[in-house]
């Protein structure tokens, strides 16, 4: 190939890796070669020799959640460049699952990992931090663990709440993700705060913790609305609780937001599909994946990418017409 572009190896490999100038010229005609000879690199070897295998992980919870793939398209805008592609792995939420991941990530020297971890707890991520960490999502800034993205949690849920409350509500519930599982605590915590600041006392039975999933939304909606004094406003965690919430409602004949008001969180597409359309909290995905990818591209690149550190991405409320 070398001496059919008329030009050394050296060059060649300086052409392929990108980590030297070349001159646009001598690049074109080295291109032009590899096109003609239908030249493919063989990355095992590549990896071998630069101990880089060009590849992330990203570990999520649920693909089927609108809100994941959002978050895949942000970090290959900004690893595509770089020359970096993403391997996904889809836990379902269970703790073995995130271990087996996260450990077959490392063995198959993966260059970094962006995980939302919903089962895992400090002494997992610890053991795996031979790699180069980004916590999507959820607890609290630990620097031993690596850099956190995340969105304002608490404050996103408390904003919503305010919103029921301004609008008459007396009798607001919540329906949240299970304890500890990604950013289920901030979210309550925000849930509290917003009744705490009108001076209401949290009624525990209105706060039910449930999956982050449709089906789960609506199971919970029917225990609420089943109660002989049910809530008239329900502020969910993610917009899929919100319209399981929603179809529970039209089950049973409720007017949206007439006899139910309800609110949820990230804003996927459905949001705005669903009737009547989801008054909900934005979780810009997209841009917390671009986050996450620039937190960790300078851990892949940089002799020296700084200590580790949190992103907090700021949420706005969208106003539709189900509260």
Known sequence: MASRAGVSVTTVSHVLSGRRPVAEATRATVLAVIEQLGYRPNTLAQGLRTRRTMTVGLVVPDLTNPFYPAVLQGMADVLLPAGYHTVVCNTGGSRDEELSFLTDLTTRQVDGIVIAA???????????????????????????????VRSDDEGGIAQAVRHL????????????????????????????????????????????QTAYTRDAGRAAAERLLGRDDPPDAIACANDLIAIGVLDAARARGLTVPDDLAVTGYD??????????????????????????????????????????????IATTLTRRESA
């Open 118 to 148: 919903f089962g895992l707890n400090r002494k997992d991520l610890l053991a795996h931090r031979e790699v180069p960490l980004v916590r999507l999502g959820g607890g609290r800034f630990d620097a031993d663990l690596g850099d956190l």
């Open 165 to 208: 409350i301004e609008r008459g509500h007396r009798r607001v519930a919540y329906i949240g993700g299970a304890a500890h599982a990604g950013p289920s605590d901030q979210r309550e915590a925000g849930y509290r705060r917003a009744l705490a600041e009108d001076g209401r006392p949290v009624e525990d039975d209105l706060v039910v």
């Open 267 to 312: 804003d996927i597409e459905a949001a705005s599909l669903v009737t009547p359309g989801l008054t909900t909290v934005v979780n810009p995905a997209a841009e917390i994946g671009r986050a996450c990818a620039e937190s960790l591209l300078p851990r892949l690149t940089a002799d020296e990418p700084g200590p580790p550190r949190e992103i907090v």
